[in-house]
């Protein structure tokens, strides 16, 4: 049971950050919070998000208060013009009766290198072409939603490998939030496996901030994070 939940707060925790940045409006900040189903089944996990930009610089902060698992993630980035490049990432993870895990991303621009850091391990990656962190392509990929676009790929670094995502627009859907029931676009991602899947629904009415997310494990583990609570603004440029 610990291992899909752990998987899982990183998926989550992309997903949360569908938020969009229109070419007219800038995203200043956000402050929200949802609700996790385990099996569709509420918990009682605490999730919390917070963004901050500074000029061209955003600070995300994403805190999980879960039994079988605690974490903590921050990323900082620059994006102008809805091009992200990555600064930092910083990961720290806490399961029952296992040591704290951490791990930490440094991106150099300069010499077009990033360096990836955990307990076991120092790995560098060259950034050319561009990589991401696992939280802020996201932003990047929700201006291309906005675009209009329905398929779109991105490279990150995930747990000290390359890895690429893709996602999928496959439809509409409606969904129940803590804020009332809202129409949302059905983002799926695109895997090699037929037994697990990731889906975001994403809310145009609500300035393309994803109120709902699912990840199917396998055929008996079913984890979703539902929108209960969100505070933000946005201000032109």
Not at 29 to 46: G, L, P
């Amino acid at each position: 049971m610990r291992k899909p939940i752990a998987r899982t707060c990183v998926l989550v925790t992309a997903g949360l950050l569908s938020l969009h940045v229109a070419q007219a409006q800038t995203l200043d900040y956000v402050d929200a919070s949802f609700s996790v189903e385990y099996n569709d089944k509420r918990t009682q996990a605490e999730n919390h998000l917070k963004i901050q930009r500074d000029h061209d610089q955003y600070q995300i902060h994403f805190d999980l208060d879960h039994w079988l698992l605690s974490s903590k993630q921050k990323a900082t980035f620059d994006m102008k013009q809805c091009h992200v490049q990555p600064m930092s990432y910083a990961a720290t993870n806490k399961q029952p009766f296992k040591d704290e895990k951490h791990q930490t991303i440094a991106f150099d621009w300069v010499d077009k290198k990033a360096i990836f850091n955990s307990e076991n391990e120092e790995k560098t990656f060259d950034l050319d072409p561009p990589l991401y962190d696992p939280l802020s392509f996201f932003f990047e990929a929700r201006c291309e939603l906005i675009a209009g676009k329905k398929d779109f790929i991105y490279p990150l670094i995930y747990k000290g490998n390359k890895r690429t995502h893709h996602y999928k627009v496959i439809g509409n859907d409606m969904v129940q939030t803590g804020q009332g029931q809202v129409e949302a676009l059905v983002v799926e991602r695109v895997r090699s496996s037929t037994t697990r899947k990731t889906r975001l629904y994403v809310a145009p009415s609500l300035d393309y901030l994803l109120v709902k997310f699912e990840h199917q494990e396998n055929r008996v583990v079913k984890i979703s994070a539902t929108l209960q609570h969100m505070d933000y603004r946005l201000s032109n440029r």
